[in-house]
C-alpha cells in the first residue's frame, strides 16, 4: 500500500518534517511491513508559463514544429532561473494556442529518467527549455500533446511554482500489508496504525459526507448469493447522481494522489471511484444509470452465461461466480470487474453507485478462476469494513457534486441483514499468560478500546466485541496479539524455550536425514527443483500408459503437470550447471511424485459459504493424487579430476548404482540388481534394483546410464549416469532395529574366482549362485572384472570375483577355503554351464 504523505496528514497529525522513511519507521513499530519510498522524481524550476505568440515552421522530413516565445514570469521580473521573462522554446506538440498557459520546465530542471533540461540548439533555434505533457512530468501516460491548465480547471498566475501546483513535489511511503490487516488497505487504516504508534490524533474520513436514505431502485439479493460479513450480516448500497459532467478534467491534486498510490487517472467519475476506495478501503462501482435495464439481481452464474468485463474480454462463467445483474442479465463480477455494457464514459449524464459487502472467499476463488486479479478483489479478499458502504456511497457523491457538478437523487437501494455480535470472552490473565508481560487490566481495556473494541469488564476478566474493520478478531489469542503489539513488542521478554521430552523426528525423518547425509558426505549436492513440467517433458522416462495429474490452472501454460519423475527436473538442472561452466555435477534431489487417484476428482466444490461436510471433505481427500517420496541422482562429468600421473575418470552406471546402494545401506537395507531397460536408460548399461520385503523380491527402482539420443536431444554430455529410487519401498525394507556388524577376531582368506559363461548369463545372477556354493564360509564376494576378448570364445565372457572366506572359530586353511570355492564352481557349471578360466 503506497501512502502519499499530504493524504495521511489529513487525517492524523504528521510532524512538520515527516519523510516516507519516517513515516515506515513509525509503521513498522506496530507490525507493517516497510517497502519503499516514491515520488514523482522531478526537481525544478518548473513554473506557469504563458504562450505569447508561436511560428508554425515545417521541417525537411516532413514535420512541423512551433517556434514559441512564451512568458515564464511576471512582467518586469525575472525567471525562476535568474533568466529572461519571455523565452524562445522549440515544441513539436501543435495542441495549444496563443495565450494558453503551460508547464515550463526551464533549465537545469530534471524530469522522470534522469532527463535534465539545458538550452540547447534544436531544428535551427535555441531551446531556453521545454513545454511540458503529463508523461513527460510522470502523472500520466497521456502524451498527445503538452498540458494546458484551463483543460485542468486551473488559472495560476504566470511564474507560479508548477511543481507545488501540481503536488509534483509529493512523496509516499509504501508498506506491506500482510492477509490478517485488509484494513491498511486504505488510508484510513494506515492514519489509523500511525495514530497507535506515535499517539497522534486520528481523525476518521467517514465524517467527511454523511450518508442520506435512498429507495426506489429495485434491489433482490438471491439466497445463495454471499454477501455477508463474519456472522453473516449482509451489505448492498446504491445511489444515483443526475446531471454530471464526466468529461470534466480531474483535479491535478487528485490525479498526483492516484499516481503517488500506484493508479493512474483514467476519467473524473473513475478516478473519485479510485479515489475514495484508497481512502476508506470500500471498493465501489459506477454505472451508467441510463443504460440499466432494470433493477440489480446479485445471484450466481447460471450454466453457460458469459460476461464482457471492463476490459473488453468476454469471460464464461462459472456457477460459483458471484455477479451483479440487471433484466438484460450479468452486468459485473461482483467484487471483481464491471462489465462493458454499463461502462461509464465521457458522455455519461447519470451514474448509479455501489458499494457493498461480498464474501471473502466467493470473491478469491473468482479472481483467480478469471486471473483477474484487481484492486477491489485485493481488498474484498482480505475483508472490507461491512459497515463502510453507505459513508463511501456518500463520499463519492460528495466529490461528483463538488468536482463534476452532479446533483445526489434519493433513488436507490440499500440491503442490510445483521446478526448480533458475540462477545469474545477474554480471562484477566490470559494475556500475561500467553506474553510473559504483566499487563494490568486498565492496561488491556484502554488498548483494546484504542483499536476499536466495545470492552465490558466483568468479573475475572472482559467481554470484547472487535470493530467492524477488523473481521481478524475471532479469538482471545486474536486479542493478546493486538494488546502486545500495540503497548510495543519491546517489553516482552527473551527467554529460550525448554524442548519438551520425549519428541524429535519420526522414524521416516531420520532415514531420509540419513539417506541425504550419506549421499552429502559422498560429494553429492541436493538441489530443489519445481514440480510442474511440460508434458512432453514428463514422458521423458514415463510410458504413454501412465497418466499424469494436469494442473486446470496452471502458473505457466508450458508446465501444466505435475512430476511423475524427479529426473527431468535434475537433467534441467544439470544442463544450466553444465551450460555455466560446472561440467562436473553430482545432483541428488528427494522430493514428491504425483500419481493420479483410483478416485475421480471432485468437480462441484463447496460453495465457500459454509463449512464442508464430512462426506465431502471424505471426497476430496480420497481425489487428492498419490504423492509417495523419490530420490533421483544425476552424474555428469568426471569422477576423478585428470592430475599428474592420474588420468580423468568419469561417472558411469557403476557409480550410479554405488549411489543407489549407499542410499540403501544408509536405511540398513540390502540392494541386489540384475539387468534392465526402461524407458530413458541405455538398453546395455542399466541396472533394476530390488529390495527384500517379508521375503518377497520388490522393485525399488532403477541406475545405469541414459540413452545417448535422449542426452543428445537434452544437449548434455553422451554419457550421463543417474538412478531414481522411490523411497516408499526403500522404507519399508528398513529393518526396526538395526543390528552392529559382527567383529571378526580371526583372519580372513582371499581367493579370486574366474569363470567363463555365456555373455547372456546376468553377472548377479552368477554372483548369487556362487554366494550359494560357497556356504557359509564365503563373508563376502565381489565382482571385479567382465573380460570378453583374446583367448575367450565367440558368445562367451569371463567374470572375476574376489571371495573373502573367513571363519568365526578358527583360522582357516587355504585348503578349507579351496574346498568352499570348488563348492561354487561345481554349482556354477549345473545353473550356467561356467568353466573355471584357466
Given at each position: 500500500m503506497?501512502?502519499?504523505?499530504?493524504w495521511l496528514?489529513?487525517?492524523?497529525?504528521?510532524?512538520g518534517?515527516?519523510?516516507?522513511d519516517?513515516v515506515?519507521?513509525?509503521?513498522?513499530?506496530v507490525g507493517?511491513?516497510?517497502?519503499?519510498?516514491?515520488?514523482?522524481?522531478v526537481?525544478?524550476p518548473v513554473?506557469?508559463?504563458?504562450v505569447v505568440?508561436?511560428?508554425p515552421e515545417?521541417?525537411?522530413?516532413g514535420k512541423t514544429?512551433r517556434?514559441c516565445?512564451v512568458?515564464?514570469?511576471?512582467?518586469?521580473?525575472k525567471?525562476?532561473?535568474?533568466g529572461?521573462?519571455?523565452r524562445g522554446?522549440?515544441?513539436?506538440?501543435?495542441?495549444?494556442?496563443?495565450?494558453?498557459?503551460v508547464v515550463?520546465c526551464?533549465?537545469?530542471?530534471v524530469?522522470p529518467g534522469?532527463f535534465?533540461?539545458?538550452?540547447?540548439?534544436t531544428?535551427?533555434?535555441?531551446?531556453?527549455?521545454?513545454?511540458?505533457?503529463a508523461?513527460?512530468l510522470?502523472?500520466?501516460d497521456?502524451h498527445?500533446?503538452?498540458?494546458?491548465?484551463h483543460e485542468?480547471?486551473?488559472?495560476p498566475k504566470?511564474g507560479t511554482?508548477a511543481?507545488e501546483?501540481?503536488q509534483?513535489n509529493?512523496?509516499?511511503?509504501?508498506?506491506n500489508?500482510t492477509p490478517?490487516?485488509?484494513?491498511?488497505?486504505s488510508?484510513?487504516?494506515i492514519?489509523r496504525e500511525?495514530?497507535?504508534?506515535?499517539?497522534?490524533?486520528?481523525r476518521?474520513?467517514?465524517?467527511?459526507?454523511?450518508?442520506?436514505?435512498v429507495?426506489?431502485f429495485?434491489l433482490?439479493?438471491?439466497?445463495q448469493?454471499?454477501?455477508?460479513?463474519?456472522?453473516g450480516?449482509?451489505?448492498?448500497?446504491?445511489?444515483?447522481v443526475?446531471?454530471?459532467?464526466?468529461?470534466?478534467?480531474?483535479p491535478p491534486?487528485?490525479i498526483?494522489r492516484?499516481?503517488l498510490?500506484?493508479?493512474?487517472s483514467i476519467s473524473?467519475?473513475v478516478?473519485?471511484?479510485?479515489?475514495v476506495?484508497l481512502?476508506?478501503?470500500q471498493?465501489i462501482?459506477?454505472?451508467?444509470l441510463?443504460k440499466?435495464?432494470?433493477g440489480?439481481?446479485?445471484r450466481?452464474?447460471?450454466?453457460?452465461?458469459s460476461l464482457?468485463?471492463l476490459?473488453?474480454q468476454e469471460r464464461?462463467?462459472?456457477?460459483e461466480?458471484?455477479?451483479?445483474?440487471?433484466?438484460?442479465g450479468p452486468i459485473?463480477l461482483?467484487g471483481?470487474?464491471?462489465g462493458?455494457s454499463t461502462?461509464?464514459?465521457l458522455?455519461?449524464k447519470?451514474v448509479?453507485?455501489?458499494a457493498?459487502h461480498?464474501?471473502?472467499?466467493s470473491?478469491?476463488?473468482?479472481?483467480?478462476?478469471?486471473?483477474?486479479?484487481?484492486?477491489a478483489s485485493?481488498r474484498?479478499?482480505?475483508?472490507?469494513?461491512p459497515?463502510?458502504g453507505?459513508?463511501?456511497?456518500?463520499r463519492?457523491i460528495?466529490?461528483?457534486?463538488?468536482?463534476?457538478?452532479?446533483?445526489?437523487?434519493?433513488?436507490?437501494?440499500?440491503?442490510?441483514?445483521?446478526?448480533?455480535?458475540?462477545?469474545?470472552?477474554?480471562?484477566a490473565?490470559?494475556a500475561?499468560q500467553?506474553?510473559?508481560?504483566d499487563?494490568t487490566?486498565?492496561?488491556i481495556?484502554e488498548?483494546?478500546?484504542e483499536?476499536?473494541c466495545?470492552?465490558a469488564?466483568?468479573?475475572s476478566?472482559?467481554?470484547v466485541?472487535?470493530?467492524?474493520?477488523?473481521?481478524?478478531l475471532?479469538?482471545?489469542?486474536?486479542?493478546?496479539e493486538e494488546?502486545?503489539?500495540i503497548?510495543g513488542y519491546?517489553?516482552i521478554?527473551?527467554r529460550?524455550?525448554?524442548a519438551?521430552p520425549g519428541r524429535?523426528?519420526?522414524?521416516r525423518?531420520?532415514?531420509?536425514?540419513?539417506?541425504?547425509?550419506?549421499?552429502?558426505?559422498?560429494?553429492?549436492v541436493?538441489?530443489?527443483n519445481?514440480p510442474f513440467?511440460?508434458?512432453q517433458?514428463?514422458r521423458?522416462?514415463?510410458?504413454?500408459?501412465v497418466e499424469?495429474?494436469?494442473l486446470?490452472?496452471?502458473?505457466q501454460?508450458?508446465?501444466?503437470?505435475m512430476?511423475v519423475?524427479?529426473?527431468?527436473g535434475?537433467?534441467d538442472?544439470a544442463k544450466?550447471?553444465?551450460?555455466r561452466?560446472?561440467t562436473?555435477?553430482?545432483l541428488?534431489e528427494?522430493?514428491s511424485v504425483?500419481l493420479p487417484?483410483n478416485?475421480?476428482?471432485?468437480r462441484d466444490l463447496?460453495s465457500?459459504?459454509?463449512?464442508?461436510?464430512p462426506?465431502?471433505l471424505?471426497?476430496?481427500n480420497?481425489?487428492i493424487?498419490?504423492?509417495p517420496r523419490h530420490?533421483?541422482?544425476v552424474l555428469?562429468?568426471?569422477?576423478?579430476?585428470q592430475q599428474?600421473?592420474?588420468?580423468?575418470?568419469?561417472?558411469?552406471?557403476?557409480?550410479?548404482?554405488?549411489a543407489a546402494?549407499?542410499?540403501a545401506?544408509a536405511?540398513?537395507a540390502?540392494?541386489?540388481?540384475?539387468?534392465a531397460?526402461p524407458k530413458?536408460?541405455?538398453?546395455?548399461?542399466t541396472a533394476?534394483?530390488l529390495v527384500s520385503?517379508?521375503g518377497?523380491?520388490k522393485s525399488?527402482?532403477?541406475a545405469?546410464?541414459?540413452?545417448?539420443?535422449?542426452?543428445a536431444?537434452?544437449?548434455?554430455?553422451?554419457?550421463?549416469?543417474a538412478?531414481?529410487?522411490?523411497?516408499e519401498?526403500?522404507y519399508?525394507a528398513?529393518?526396526?532395529?538395526?543390528?552392529?556388524?559382527f567383529?571378526w577376531?580371526?583372519p580372513?582368506?582371499?581367493?579370486?574366482?574366474s569363470?567363463?559363461?555365456?555373455?547372456?548369463?546376468?553377472?548377479?545372477?552368477l554372483l548369487?549362485?556362487?554366494r550359494?556354493?560357497?556356504g557359509?564360509?564365503?563373508e563376502?564376494?565381489?565382482?571385479v572384472?567382465?573380460?570378453r576378448?583374446?583367448?575367450?570364445?565367440?558368445?562367451?565372457?569371463s567374470?572375476?570375483?574376489?571371495l573373502r572366506f573367513?571363519?568365526?572359530d578358527?583360522?582357516?586353511t587355504?585348503?578349507?577355503?579351496?574346498?568352499a570355492r570348488d563348492?561354487a564352481?561345481?554349482?556354477?557349471?549345473?545353473r550356467?554351464?561356467?568353466?573355471?578360466?584357466a
Amino acid at each position: 500500500m503506497r501512502v502519499p504523505l499530504s493524504w495521511l496528514a489529513e487525517y492524523v497529525d504528521l510532524p512538520g518534517d515527516a519523510t516516507p522513511d519516517s513515516v515506515m519507521s513509525e509503521l513498522v513499530k506496530v507490525g507493517l511491513e516497510e517497502e519503499g519510498s516514491h515520488g514523482f522524481s522531478v526537481t525544478g524550476p518548473v513554473v506557469v508559463g504563458q504562450v505569447v505568440e508561436f511560428t508554425p515552421e515545417e521541417q525537411s522530413n516532413g514535420k512541423t514544429i512551433r517556434w514559441c516565445q512564451v512568458r515564464v514570469a511576471p512582467a518586469g521580473s525575472k525567471a525562476a532561473d535568474g533568466g529572461e521573462e519571455v523565452r524562445g522554446i522549440v515544441c513539436g506538440a501543435s495542441n495549444f494556442e496563443v495565450g494558453d498557459k503551460v508547464v515550463v520546465c526551464l533549465p537545469g530542471a530534471v524530469l522522470p529518467g534522469d532527463f535534465a533540461i539545458a538550452a540547447r540548439k534544436t531544428y535551427g533555434h535555441i531551446s531556453d527549455g521545454m513545454m511540458a505533457s503529463a508523461r513527460e512530468l510522470g502523472l500520466s501516460d497521456d502524451h498527445a500533446g503538452i498540458i494546458r491548465l484551463h483543460e485542468l480547471g486551473l488559472d495560476p498566475k504566470v511564474g507560479t511554482d508548477a511543481l507545488e501546483l501540481l503536488q509534483l513535489n509529493e512523496s509516499a511511503a509504501e508498506v506491506n500489508v500482510t492477509p490478517d490487516r485488509g484494513y491498511c488497505f486504505s488510508i484510513r487504516g494506515i492514519a489509523r496504525e500511525y495514530s497507535h504508534a506515535t499517539g497522534s490524533e486520528f481523525r476518521d474520513p467517514i465524517g467527511n459526507a454523511h450518508p442520506e436514505p435512498v429507495s426506489g431502485f429495485p434491489l433482490t439479493i438471491a439466497d445463495q448469493a454471499p454477501i455477508r460479513d463474519r456472522v453473516g450480516s449482509a451489505h448492498f448500497t446504491l445511489r444515483a447522481v443526475r446531471n454530471i459532467d464526466a468529461s470534466r478534467p480531474t483535479p491535478p491534486w487528485m490525479i498526483a494522489r492516484l499516481k503517488l498510490a500506484g493508479m493512474r487517472s483514467i476519467s473524473l467519475v473513475v478516478d473519485i471511484t479510485n479515489y475514495v476506495m484508497l481512502e476508506l478501503g470500500q471498493p465501489i462501482h459506477a454505472y451508467d444509470l441510463d443504460k440499466l435495464q432494470g433493477g440489480f439481481t446479485v445471484r450466481r452464474a447460471k450454466p453457460g452465461e458469459s460476461l464482457r468485463t471492463l476490459d473488453g474480454q468476454e469471460r464464461k462463467l462459472h456457477p460459483e461466480d458471484l455477479l451483479i445483474c440487471d433484466e438484460s442479465g450479468p452486468i459485473g463480477l461482483a467484487g471483481v470487474m464491471g462489465g462493458e455494457s454499463t461502462e461509464v464514459s465521457l458522455d455519461t449524464k447519470n451514474v448509479l453507485i455501489e458499494a457493498a459487502h461480498f464474501d471473502p472467499i466467493s470473491i478469491a476463488r473468482t479472481a483467480r478462476r478469471h486471473k483477474l486479479p484487481s484492486e477491489a478483489s485485493k481488498r474484498f479478499e482480505r475483508g472490507v469494513d461491512p459497515n463502510l458502504g453507505p459513508s463511501a456511497v456518500a463520499r463519492v457523491i460528495q466529490l461528483l457534486e463538488v468536482h463534476a457538478h452532479g446533483e445526489a437523487d434519493n433513488l436507490g437501494a440499500e440491503h442490510r441483514s445483521s446478526q448480533p455480535e458475540k462477545p469474545i470472552w477474554l480471562p484477566a490473565d490470559f494475556a500475561a499468560q500467553h506474553v510473559g508481560v504483566d499487563y494490568t487490566e486498565a492496561e488491556i481495556a484502554e488498548t483494546l478500546r484504542e483499536i476499536g473494541c466495545v470492552v465490558a469488564q466483568v468479573e475475572s476478566g472482559f467481554e470484547v466485541i472487535a470493530p467492524s474493520w477488523r473481521p481478524d478478531l475471532t479469538h482471545k489469542t486474536d486479542l493478546v496479539e493486538e494488546v502486545a503489539r500495540i503497548t510495543g513488542y519491546d517489553r516482552i521478554p527473551s527467554r529460550i524455550p525448554v524442548a519438551p521430552p520425549g519428541r524429535g523426528l519420526t522414524a521416516r525423518q531420520k532415514l531420509r536425514r540419513s539417506i541425504l547425509n550419506q549421499l552429502a558426505a559422498t560429494g553429492h549436492v541436493e538441489v530443489l527443483n519445481y514440480p510442474f513440467l511440460s508434458e512432453q517433458a514428463n514422458r521423458l522416462f514415463a510410458d504413454e500408459s501412465v497418466e499424469t495429474v494436469k494442473l486446470a490452472n496452471a502458473l505457466q501454460s508450458d508446465s501444466s503437470e505435475m512430476r511423475v519423475s524427479l529426473l527431468p527436473g535434475l537433467l534441467d538442472a544439470a544442463k544450466r550447471n553444465i551450460s555455466r561452466g560446472l561440467t562436473d555435477v553430482a545432483l541428488v534431489e528427494e522430493g514428491s511424485v504425483f500419481l493420479p487417484a483410483n478416485n475421480p476428482a471432485v468437480r462441484d466444490l463447496p460453495s465457500g459459504v459454509a463449512l464442508p461436510s464430512p462426506e465431502q471433505l471424505s471426497a476430496l481427500n480420497a481425489s487428492i493424487p498419490a504423492q509417495p517420496r523419490h530420490l533421483a541422482v544425476v552424474l555428469a562429468g568426471n569422477r576423478v579430476q585428470q592430475q599428474v600421473g592420474v588420468r580423468a575418470a568419469g561417472f558411469d552406471y557403476a557409480d550410479a548404482i554405488q549411489a543407489a546402494r549407499l542410499a540403501a545401506h544408509a536405511v540398513g537395507a540390502q540392494l541386489t540388481v540384475r539387468q534392465a531397460s526402461p524407458k530413458g536408460f541405455h538398453p546395455g548399461r542399466t541396472a533394476e534394483l530390488l529390495v527384500s520385503i517379508a521375503g518377497e523380491s520388490k522393485s525399488v527402482g532403477y541406475a545405469g546410464e541414459l540413452d545417448p539420443q535422449l542426452t543428445a536431444q537434452l544437449d548434455l554430455p553422451r554419457r550421463v549416469a543417474a538412478l531414481e529410487l522411490d523411497l516408499e519401498v526403500l522404507y519399508a525394507a528398513a529393518p526396526e532395529v538395526t543390528q552392529a556388524s559382527f567383529v571378526w577376531t580371526m583372519p580372513a582368506a582371499t581367493q579370486d574366482l574366474s569363470l567363463v559363461v555365456p555373455v547372456e548369463v546376468v553377472a548377479d545372477e552368477l554372483l548369487q549362485t556362487v554366494r550359494d556354493g560357497a556356504g557359509n564360509l564365503l563373508e563376502t564376494i565381489r565382482l571385479v572384472d567382465d573380460y570378453r576378448g583374446e583367448n575367450i570364445a565367440a558368445g562367451k565372457k569371463s567374470l572375476t570375483f574376489a571371495l573373502r572366506f573367513r571363519a568365526a572359530d578358527r583360522t582357516l586353511t587355504q585348503a578349507e577355503a579351496s574346498d568352499a570355492r570348488d563348492g561354487a564352481v561345481k554349482l556354477a557349471a549345473e545353473r550356467f554351464g561356467a568353466e573355471l578360466r584357466a
